[in-house]
């Protein structure tokens, strides 16, 4: 194979199934992804799965044939992905193919300090917004890129005919501080507010609406709240927006870059002065309309699917080409 088959060729991406949402919108580009599927379907291991409509290029194969298949990339999504599963799953050659690790995360240690598990400067690191890849220590890695999230939902309008807010969190009350649980039990002593996601019926909430299904549900609440105070930005909030909802949240992380205060939503480490926004806002739809509008236009430019794609395929792509070329240059040494 040579650069010019690289450039030409339909790709072959064998990853992990560790982010639903994330999966099936990475699985709308133009390439195949192959996951692996065991009978237990643990972490990683679950293969397609009932949730997300996945279409053809989403492929299953038996955790034990893995290491019997072509691939061109490796695409790690977790620590387990890099520390574990490629050396129970990946034959010795394939560990050596181009590789891509993904970081969905921010730091969960020390927020500024701590060293990414990922140090082999061989790696693509990829990271999902700006802010995370300036929070992660990444040890001078050469490739280091963002590639911010592109979503795409169903034909979807804003209703805002429910007068309360809507919270999208799996495991919230588990998942404590950083998911902002004490944030959403002070606000919704205030503030009428639904709460949906894994594991929430036992935290006063609705439990789980499927993927699929939720743009069309949380469409009818007035606004959407994210209470969570330290992490990536979420997937929930991009599809929130592409609804045409407003967005309610705290200024943190990479929020600030894309909620702007008072036009597509409202953004504050107040609590109080988020509480008196969000009472505002079931108060006056119209205005809840209009900031939802303006939220719609911000997501359509930011976070497109087709944009999102483009941007995989070219990390994809340039980093084979450049493991393609120290190839190259490891095997003249011996010639």
Known sequence: MDETDIEKKRLKIFTWHIHGSYLYYLSQG???????????KSEGYYGRGETFPFGPNVIEVPAEQVRNMQFDCILFQSEKNYLIDQHEILADWQRQLPRIYVEHNTPEKHPTNTRHVMTDPEVTMVHVTHFNKLMWDSGGIPRVYVIEHGVC?????YQGDIPRG???INHIEQRG??????????????VPLDLVGMGTSESGGLGEVLNPQLPEFISHYRFFFNPIRYTSFG??????????????????TEYVTV????????????IENLINQMNALISDPAKAQRMGENAKKVALEKFGIDRFTDDWET??????????????????IYQ
């Open 30 to 40: 133009n390439y195949d992804i192959f996951i692996p599927v065991t009978n237990r």
């Open 166 to 168: 809507i919270v999208v």
């Open 315 to 332: 990390i994809f792509r340039k980093t084979i080409q450049l493991n393609f070329h120290e190839y190259e240059k490891k095997d003249s």
């Open 177 to 190: 501080r950083i998911t902002g649980w004490d944030v959403f039990e002070e606000v919704r002593r205030h």
């Open 235 to 252: 997937l929930a909030v991009c599809e929130a927006m592409m609804t045409g909802m407003p967005v309610v949240a705290l200024a943190t």
């Open 259 to 270: 909620i702007k205060d008072g036009e597509s939503g409202f953004i504050d480490t107040n």
């Open 153 to 157: 939902i169903p034909p979807v309008s």
